[in-house]
């Protein structure tokens, strides 16, 4: 079974095909933008006329309900929920600036991190008080 992921406001299915789907917004500029949903697969599909910039950050949406994507742990950070292979549910966070490599993975046996930018995050507390466990996969 694939990993299926979902917006955390109205629980839609953002990964109906082959990609996961959000609206993306920069400045004036919005658009759609597909991701791989292999964890650590930083490929990405975007209409060549969407003016992305190393180093920018961008606005994520959900495409059905249209809410802020935005991790309450970090401001640089998308948040999402997934359903994992073994039917257990977790938080996907991955940053929202143009370049930088980082998803994590928080769910019940800690955090998964993914990315070579991901030591940028080590700060955010994804969990709201305390300390869990790290492992790092990449």
């Given at each position: 079974?694939?990993?299926?992921?979902?917006?955390?406001?109205?629980?839609?299915?953002?990964?109906?095909?082959?990609?996961?789907?959000?609206?993306?917004?920069?400045?004036?500029?919005?658009?759609?933008?597909?991701?791989?949903?292999?964890?650590?697969?930083?490929?990405?599909?975007?209409?060549?006329?969407?003016?992305?910039?190393p180093?920018?950050?961008?606005?994520?949406?959900?495409?059905?309900?249209?809410?802020d994507?935005?991790?309450?742990?970090?401001d640089?950070?998308?948040?999402?929920?997934?359903?994992?292979?073994?039917?257990?549910?977790?938080?996907?966070?991955?940053?929202?600036?143009?370049?930088?490599?980082?998803?994590?993975?928080?769910?019940?046996?800690?955090?998964?991190?993914?990315?070579?930018?991901?030591?940028?995050?080590?700060?955010?507390?994804?969990?709201?008080?305390?300390?869990?466990?790290?492992?790092?996969?990449?």
């Open positions: 079974m694939k990993r299926a992921y979902f917006c955390p406001h109205c629980r839609g299915l953002l990964n109906p095909g082959t990609k996961v789907v959000f609206v993306i917004e920069h400045g004036r500029d919005r658009g759609l933008l597909l991701l791989s949903p292999e964890l650590g697969d930083y490929a990405t599909v975007l209409a060549e006329s969407f003016p992305i910039k180093g920018a950050r961008n606005d994520f949406y959900c495409p059905i309900c249209h809410h994507l935005t991790s309450p742990a970090n640089n950070l998308v948040e999402i929920l997934c359903r994992m292979p073994d039917d257990s549910e977790a938080r996907v966070a991955f940053s929202r600036v143009a370049g930088e490599h980082a998803t994590f993975v928080c769910g019940p046996r800690g955090i998964a991190s993914f990315g070579e930018h991901a030591r940028l995050y080590e700060s955010a507390n994804f969990f709201g008080e305390g300390e869990l466990s790290r492992r790092s996969d990449g």
